[in-house]
């Protein structure tokens, strides 16, 4: 079985800055791509981040500048760093992976259970 779970949600004011991390464990052989996606209320699950095994990042316009994803590939982790928070980036944040679990499996989709994340004055 894999898992992943995230920690750091929470309530911020505008402007603030929240750090969200993701880790995945289990049976784990390889993973490719993990990433971040969010959904508001009434809202259609976005992506918001995402990066490759390598490194190599694609960041939603919405957040640009203000996100950053990074990942560590020797603990199976995935970070959200965001800095000023507006209140349109209220949502539940999902952690993403595409995990091998074994050299005889294909490449499954993985999901967190979620973290909110709320921007209010």
């Known amino acids: 079985q894999v898992q992943l779970v995230e920690s750091g949600g929470g309530l911020v004011q505008p402007g603030g800055a929240l750090r969200l991390s993701c880790v995945a464990s289990?049976?784990?052989?390889?993973?490719?791509?993990m990433g971040w996606y969010r959904q508001a209320p009434g809202k259609q699950r976005e992506l918001v981040a995402f990066?490759?095994?390598?490194?190599?990042?694609n960041v939603a316009d919405s957040v640009k500048g203000r996100f950053t994803v990074s990942r560590d590939n020797a603990w199976n982790t995935v970070s959200l760093q965001m800095n000023s928070l507006k209140p349109e980036d209220t949502a539940v944040y999902y952690c993403?992976?595409?995990?091998?679990?074994?050299?005889?499996?294909?490449?499954?989709?993985?999901w967190g259970q979620g973290t909110q994340v709320t921007v209010s004055s």
């Open positions: 990066v490759t095994y390598g490194g190599s990042t």
């Open positions: 289990g049976s784990i052989f390889s993973i490719n791509g």
């Open positions: 993403n992976a595409a995990i091998q679990s074994s050299a005889r499996e294909p490449l499954s989709i993985y």
